[in-house]
């Protein structure tokens, strides 16, 4: 049989990891996660039009595997996620992903692409468009406890969007931190290797907490937590997996992106179900208030919703177009004849 290639119908752009990177480079890093919060922001300030579900979890003792769906009428998406604390010591990562955008239209996928990488960026970016809002005036100083996988994202997007000049540093493991700082070096912040987490927030006004444990944990308790700070806490995420102390969330003004996800996987799992939290959309979008005084403390309750994903392939779809960092990948059947799947087996026959 001749090979027959596939036709255009077939075809779905593909961003691999590897040019997933160079995207990066090629828009740079700093830009890039401004231009994420741009759109994931465009996006909350029209909630109300996305098809909303809190994420569809399958646990294990190990970890979780999580789809992430949502619609805003003309295109679907959705991300394929993992949590799993222990990984990194088999020398994998805890969280990896890919994700789809799609025509409503046709059901026809338009964007296939990796998102490991790129939900380090919109989760960067989320954190930073949110404390934008929420954070203390003139706060330059963040404390940075877990130095991970996603810890120099953090860091950069606080830089680029709220203008955060210091970060200082703390794991349990000294060389996460080790890692993180060497990272961060010529890029623009000053960088401070910790002794505790009470020495990181020693002057911060922003306190992002972003370790990885698969049981409940106390990455900040009561007594550590000064008045006037905005805590972005990133890794609590999953039924039985927080960092808080329950005293902290009593003390502070909680905002989430999706109640009904949050209470199940966020620091709130901890509250009555009824407990007062605002969603950060109805603050960006001026119906309710975010920070209303200096002295008080701010909580961005992340776990990461679906419509950052969203906002995130979008952006990738708007920018990849003008550069060869794709490719086309032949990801549908594309029969001669619509309804003869089976002969269009020929085309392969030996
Ligand atoms: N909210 C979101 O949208 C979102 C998105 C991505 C990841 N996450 C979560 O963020 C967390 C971090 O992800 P990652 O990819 O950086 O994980 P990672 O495993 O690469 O890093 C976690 C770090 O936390 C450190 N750590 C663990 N316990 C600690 C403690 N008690 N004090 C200080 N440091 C401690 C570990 O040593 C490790 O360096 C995970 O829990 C992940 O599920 C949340």
């Known amino acids: 049989m001749p090979h027959i290639p596939p036709s ?38 029209r909630w109300d039009l996305f098809d909303k579900t809190p994420r569809i979890a399958s646990h294990s003792a190990e970890g979780v595997i999580e789809l992430m769906p949502t619609s805003d009428g003309e295109v679907y998406g959705f991300k394929y996620v993992n949590g ?20 409503v239209g046709n059901g026809y996928p338009v964007l296939l692409s990796e998102m490991t990488v790129l939900t380090a960026l919109r989760t960067a970016a989320t ?32 830089k680029a969007i709220c203008g955060v000049k210091s970060v200082r540093l703390w794991d349990i493991d000294p060389a996460a931190t080790r890692k993180a700082a060497h990272n961060l070096k010529g890029l623009g912040l000053d960088v401070h290797l910790c002794s505790s987490a009470e020495d990181a927030m020693e002057g911060a006004q922003i306190i992002t907490t972003c370790t990885a444990d698969k049981q409940y944990a106390t990455i900040l308790t009561d007594n550590m937590v000064g008045a006037g700070v905005h805590i972005n806490a990133i890794g609590g995420d999953c039924p039985g997996k927080t960092e808080l102390a329950p005293g902290v969330l009593h003390r502070a003004e909680i905002f989430v992106e999706y109640p009904e996800q949050t209470r199940i996987e966020g620091e709130i799992q901890q509250l009555a179900p009824d407990h007062p939290v605002t969603q950060i959309w109805e603050v960006i979008n001026g119906s309710k208030p975010g920070r209303s005084s200096a002295g008080q403390i701010t909580l961005f309750d992340s776990v990461g919703f679906a419509i950052e994903d969203f906002s995130a392939l979008r952006y990738i779809r708007d920018h990849i177009g003008s550069t060869d960092l794709y490719l086309e990948l032949d990801l549908l059947a594309d029969p001669d004849d619509p309804r003869d799947l089976f002969g269009m087996l020929n085309r ?3």
Do not use: C, W
């Open 84 to 103: 799993h604390p222990k990984n990194t010591s088999a020398g994998l990562q805890t969280v990896t992903a890919f994700g789809l955008l799609a025509n």
């Open 348 to 350: 392969a026959a030996p």
């Open 8 to 45: 255009d119908k077939a075809l779905v752009p593909f961003v691999s990891v590897e040019n997933m990177m160079k995207l990066v480079h090629h828009i740079g890093i700093e830009p890039m996660l401004r231009g994420l919060a741009e759109y994931i922001e465009q996006d909350f300030r």
């Open 127 to 158: 954190s930073a468009m949110v404390a934008k809002y929420l954070a203390p005036k003139g706060a330059d100083t963040m404390a940075m406890i877990g130095n991970g996988a996603q810890s120099e994202f953090q860091s950069l997007a606080m």
